[in-house]
């Protein structure tokens, strides 16, 4: 068995429950259909939380030694008899086997702990599958969303959430208590319908967070190929080899062009919003589920876009210790001395640099400051217009600044002709596009007489409203509800 160290946080949290609820589920007698690794842990974890555990194989003999010796393991029918709780860690396909045990089982508690291996594989989920094998039966689901690792290791770390769901409440507080006892945290997901979704959580994987990296992979492969054609492939056909230059300088010309524009793409759904509250005089006006979405996904654009700069500060800074720099450095010091050349100071280019790296880290700072303010726990001690400033001002703020940083890293070379390979612009002109609309957008909506409507708008104005009620009263007032009510 697995040791002391996980009983004792269970027995901390026995006695803080108090006697009244606890006491009577901790000696219960808890029963599990199968002796594979779900079953394994859960028996382990009961015996550690004081649970009387007996093990329903079909094969007890066999299967015995791989249990605590505090379970006890024996035929399927015995220890269902011993028991009114029994836990069916069985995979679905197997549960038609169990129908010799109906009879047994009749008028006792089910867990169905199942999970599939695919999304609505079936019709109908397994707990309500299982519900219609033995109508005779209460079926509750849950503890499918913990792993049989997390069961041994204990739920110290991690999500302790148990999603339980159920037609009949008795049952799902029994099955509740047995979590809370082996230190879960039982979560009420309602009746027996929640199965279904219950049974797909597991199955997700960062689902918000799907079409964000979908933009940031298109984003990359489009600015990845495009400046490979214009620094490796173009060089190549003029007969230089520059495949040395795909690790970092493609990459770290690709991330910041992704880093900035994701950036702005956080932005500019606020803009048309407003342009829709603009357009048609309301707020309360559905905006159309392609903004909804996209407004919906700004967190996810907008830590993907920290991410990517964060990945461009560190390639920026091992620029200079490579090798290929190096013999550069060297290439370009014997040519000079070679022309007799000692001054190769150039104000200008000093100046250029000195500033875009300077603005270029104050901008990752901000983004840095937006980061840590997503988390939970810090944004939880915010109040809403601190985390608004941060989010929107400084936010904005971080966009304005990195513009800074690439009109100042691309200053006058943008009007080179030998910037232009194939007659493609440098990257660092085309990713200024999307993000200048942005920023002239906003400044737009700041000027006092958009921002006086749009102001208004938000606080609930309507523009139909507005010429129908309060035109003849002529008060001035732009609430329309307060205006019609008063006259
Ligand atoms: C690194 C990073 C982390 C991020 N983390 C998060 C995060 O944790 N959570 C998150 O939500 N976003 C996050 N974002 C996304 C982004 O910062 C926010 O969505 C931000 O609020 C967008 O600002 P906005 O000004 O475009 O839009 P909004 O703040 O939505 O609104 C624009 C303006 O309109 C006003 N307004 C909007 N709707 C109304 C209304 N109905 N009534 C009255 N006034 C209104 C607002 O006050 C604001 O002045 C993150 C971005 C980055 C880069
Ligand atoms: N492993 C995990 O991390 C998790 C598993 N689950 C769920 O728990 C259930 C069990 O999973 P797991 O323990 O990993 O699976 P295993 O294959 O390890 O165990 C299944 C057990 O089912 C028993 N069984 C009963 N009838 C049959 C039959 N006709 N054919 C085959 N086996 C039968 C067997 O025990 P015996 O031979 O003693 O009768 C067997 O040990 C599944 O529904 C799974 O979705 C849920 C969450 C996490
Ligand atoms: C510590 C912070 C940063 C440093 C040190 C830094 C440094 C650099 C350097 C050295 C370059 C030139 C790259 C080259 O020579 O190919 C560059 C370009 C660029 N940076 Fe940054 N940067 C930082 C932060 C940011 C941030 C936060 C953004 C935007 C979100 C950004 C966007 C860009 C863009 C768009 C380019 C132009 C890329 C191109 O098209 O060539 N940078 N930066
Ligand atoms: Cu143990
Ligand atoms: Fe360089």
């Known amino acids: 068995m697995s040791g002391g160290d996980m009983a004792k946080p269970l027995l901390g949290h026995r006695s803080v429950e108090g006697d009244h609820s606890v006491a009577p589920t901790a000696g219960r007698t808890v029963g599990v259909l199968g002796s594979g690794d779900f079953a394994r842990s859960l028996a382990i974890r009961l015996v550690c939380s004081g649970f009387k555990v007996v093990v329903g194989s079909r094969n007890p003999k066999r299967k015995a030694g791989l249990f605590p010796s505090a379970a006890e393991v024996t035929f399927q029918a015995e220890a269902v008899k011993k028991t009114d709780v029994i836990f069916v860690a069985v995979f679905r396909e197997h549960y038609s086997t169990l129908c010799d045990l109906a009879d047994v089982l009749a008028g006792k508690i089910l867990v169905d702990v199942s999970n599939n291996t695919e999304i609505n594989h079936h019709k109908e989920s397994n707990a309500e599958y299982l519900a219609s094998l033995f109508p005779a039966c209460t079926v509750v689901k849950g503890f499918n969303v913990i792993s049989a690792w997390t069961l041994q290791s204990g739920a110290r770390d991690g999500n302790k959430q148990v999603l339980i769901c159920s037609n009949n409440q008795e049952a799902k507080r029994i099955v509740a208590e047995i979590a809370q006892v082996m230190g879960f945290t039982p ?37 990845f190929t495009y400046n490979l054609v214009r620094q490796v492939i173009h060089p190549y056909i003029r007969g230089q080899k520059k495949f040395y230059k795909i690790p970092i300088e493609v990459v770290n010309t690709t991330l910041p062009c992704v880093a900035y524009i994701m950036l702005s793409l956080v932005y500019l759904p606020g803009v048309l919003a407003a342009c829709s509250q603009l357009y048609y005089g ?14 919906r996904h700004r967190k996810q654009i907008g830590l993907l876009s920290f991410f990517c700069a964060a ?10 210790m490579r090798r290929s ?32 790296i300077s603005v270029g880290i104050i901008a990752l700072g901000l983004l840095s400051l937006l980061a840590i303010t997503s988390l939970p726990s810090i944004a939880n001690s915010l109040n809403w217009r601190e985390f608004s400033f941060v989010q929107s001002t400084l936010g904005f703020i971080a966009l304005l600044i ?47 007489c958009i921002q006086q409507r749009l102001l208004r708008i938000r606080r609930g104005w309507e523009k139909g409203r507005y010429v129908k009620f309060v035109l003849p009263s002529a008060t001035g007032e732009y609430s329309s509800g307060e205006t019609s009510s008063n006259v």
């Open 325 to 356: 720099h190096r013999y550069q450095l060297i290439e370009t010091a014997v040519k000079q001395a070679m022309e007799k050349k000692t001054d190769v100071w150039v104000e200008e280019e000093v100046w250029r640099m000195e500033i875009y």
């Open 311 to 320: 990945l461009h500060a560190v390639y920026s800074l091992c620029l200079p």
């Open 282 to 295: 309301t707020k309360y006006r559905r905006f159309p589920d392609w903004l909804d979405q996209w407004l």
């Open 187 to 223: 979560v009420d997901m309602g009746c027996m319908s929640s199965a279904c979704e219950i049974e797909n959580i597991p199955l997700r994987l960062l689902p918000a967070w799907k079409i964000p990296i979908f933009l940031a992979l298109g984003l990359f492969l489009f600015f």
């Open 402 to 448: 990195s513009t800074l940083h690439t009109l100042t890293y691309g200053w006058s070379r943008a009007f080179d002709e030998n910037q232009y390979k194939f007659y493609l612009p440098p990257t660092y002109t085309l990713t200024l596009l999307v993000p200048c609309t942005v920023i002239l957008a906003r400044v737009i909506f700041s000027l006092p």
